[in-house]
């Protein structure tokens, strides 16, 4: 079997289970946002529930449109909290231990490997990195995972995903991803599992697993997932007090395809606009000026990733009339960047720090883009209208190529400064 | 169910932030929701859409956010149901749980054309464009997707499960 269909059959008090069978499994976890818990309280309301099956299982985090935009958001938020209350729901914090979902939830500790975990949000899938099954759903799967602690899955094929080579100056996880999706397409994986290995994978750090497994569901998979190995178990050191569930995928275990992707002729990856799968090494991008850069969001606001951006700023200086947004992706990580003298670099060298959000990411607030106007984004999303009007446009990176690109004003990559 | 309606025809990967914009997820409103429907990559759908009207689209319907804002909107605009070569499974989850009608089926999704008349039977499993005179059948739904029709969507088979019905 594979690790996903491992972790499945575990869930669901099987010895195995094959793909295309429907199971129903035991959550570890359940998770929404201030844009999905709402609805998901109201159904949680019309199902009958008085009470979610563990408040401890519960994660409720208000990041998109917070700092409230409006006074919808706010009404939003408030019913989020309110609910979160009434329920006794731990794992609810307000701005001082807050942040963007899918990097404070495994920095709590509250993912660990052997976990089935579903969130109202997408890139739930981001948990994967950790050796967990991690998976998006709806508000109302997220009522019904609140209300009995369940949810029913159909198995899905795996895709294996080898990344081979060594890895060449200034190419980082998000690269990786990037260059796996223009080969597959935003619809390759769809209603796959994607496993990530190879000796780059074993050579990476938590951080850029994590960016990896973010980006799962721009290729349409069901979950992104990394075997746990001595890094995810060093990593979860001190985070938690649970056991963790080791499980690999067995030597004859059956892939739906396997893609090799030799990383030693990698270069920087950028996705044009309005697909992910749109994707061209950075050396073949042409002249395209920008308006915006952002650098942040789940997939790329880690403390790693305001390191490699800060490297390229370093000394430099934001180009003129472009807006450079940095956005730690936590209160935490805002706080660690500012000791390190992060945040001190990037205001000298022209840049915006916000408050951890996802703002400018789904075009909420922050930094949202006019008619015409062209970002370079460390988000995950660049589909038509996602940062603002709909004839403005969003291209991906990584964040050294998004911090070059802020310095020449035009989409770049480091060596060409 | 069965329904007869006019044709709205777009092409592959059609996202959730074309269906329903995040600038307008700051309420639950359906009614609301369904204002802002399809906007950015069809500004006058909107006006258009007639109640009982279908959606036609290519592959990977849905693609994109977990929002439920968009089944939601796409069935409180009065969409009766929605055709495609295939669906982003958050949306196919999402549409199942809220009793939106979503039917796979590549050759229909081809073959039929903008402002066709069509009429769909998901007891019967067929799809016939009145305007071009094809008849197309799908394959009935099978496990706990046919279950959720079965009984109305995602909340009432809690219901049943808690005792609450
Ligand atoms: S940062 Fe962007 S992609 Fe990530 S959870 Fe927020 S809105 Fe979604």
Not at chain 1, 226 to 235: F, G, M, R
Request: proline share 5%; hydrophobic share 40%.
């Amino acid at each position: 079997m594979t690790i996903t269909e491992k972790l499945l059959a575990r869930a669901a008090g099987r010895d195995e289970v094959t793909p295309g069978e429907f199971v129903s499994c035991r959550l570890d976890l359940v998770l929404a946002n201030d844009i999905t818990a709402p609805i998901a309280i109201d159904e949680f309301r019309r199902m009958g529930a008085e009470k979610v099956f563990d408040p401890a299982r519960i994660a409720l985090v208000c990041d998109h449109a917070t700092p409230n935009r409006d006074i919808n958001a706010a009404t939003q938020t408030k019913k989020v909290r309110d609910f979160a209350r009434e329920m006794g729901v731990a794992n609810y914090w307000e701005a001082d231990q807050g942040g963007i979902e899918h990097i404070i939830l495994p920095d709590k500790g509250l993912v660990i490997p052997g976990d089935v975990v579903i969130g109202a949000d997408s890139h739930t899938c981001t948990y994967g990195a950790l050796g967990a099954f991690a998976t998006g759903v709806g508000s109302t799967d997220a009522a019904a995972g609140m209300a009995l602690g369940e949810c029913w899955f159909r198995v899905p094929e795996t895709i294996e995903v080898v990344y081979t080579g060594e890895l060449q100056p200034w190419v980082s996880a998000k690269d990786l991803i990037l260059k796996l999706i223009g080969e597959i397409g935003v619809a390759g994986a769809r209603y796959r599992s994607l496993e990530f290995k190879g000796e780059v994978i074993d050579n990476l750090g938590m951080a850029g697993r994590f960016t990896i497994c973010n980006m799962a569901i721009e290729a349409g998979a069901k979950n992104g997932v990394i075997a746990p190995d001595e890094t995810t178990l060093s990593w979860i050191e001190g985070r938690t007090d649970r056991e963790p569930v080791v499980l690999a995928s067995d030597d004859d275990a059956s892939y739906v395809r396997t893609v090799e992707i030799d990383c030693s002729a990698l270069e920087p990856q950028v996705a044009f606009p309005h697909l992910p799968e749109n994707t061209r090494g950075v050396s073949e991008v042409g002249d395209v000026p920008i308006d915006q850069v952002v650098i942040g969001a789940c997939t790329n606001g880690r403390l790693e990733d305001l390191c490699a951006a800060a490297k390229v700023l370093e000394g430099r200086h934001v180009a003129d009339g472009v807006r450079c947004i940095v956005i730690p992706g936590s209160h935490e990580i805002h706080l660690q960047a500012t000791r390190e003298g992060l945040v001190e670099l990037f205001l000298e060298s022209g840049c915006l720090v916000s408050t951890p959000t996802c703002g400018p990411c789904l075009g909420m607030h922050m930094g949202v883009l006019a008619e015409g106007e062209r970002a370079i984004a460390t988000t995950n999303r660049n589909f038509v209208g996602r940062m603002g009007h709909p004839k403005s446009e969003v291209y991906l990176a990584s964040p050294v190529v998004a911090a070059a690109s802020a310095v020449a004003g035009r989409i770049a990559g480091p060596e060409d400064l | 169910m069965k329904a007869t309606g006019r044709v709205h025809k777009y092409g592959d990967h059609i996202d959730t932030d074309a269906i329903i914009a995040a600038r307008y997820l700051s309420t639950t409103d359906p009614i609301e929701l369904a204002g802002h429907c399809m906007q950015d990559i069809d500004a006058e759908f909107v006006e258009r859409v007639e109640p009982g009207d279908i959606i036609v689209a290519g592959e990977n319907f849905g693609c994109g956010s977990s929002r439920e804002h968009a089944p939601i909107a796409i069935k409180a605009a009065g969409v009766s149901a929605v055709i495609a070569r295939n669906f982003a499974r958050i949306f196919y989850r999402n549409a199942l749980n809220i009793g939106l009608p979503i039917i796979e089926c590549p050759e229909a999704a081809e073959a039929i054309n903008a402002g066709d008349e069509v009429t769909v039977d998901t007891d019967e499993g067929t799809i016939v464009d009145h305007t071009t005179g094809e008849e197309f059948s799908f394959q009935p739904l099978t496990g706990v997707a046919a279950e959720l029709v079965e009984a109305g969507g995602l909340v009432p088979m809690v219901q049943e499960r808690l005792g609450t019905r």
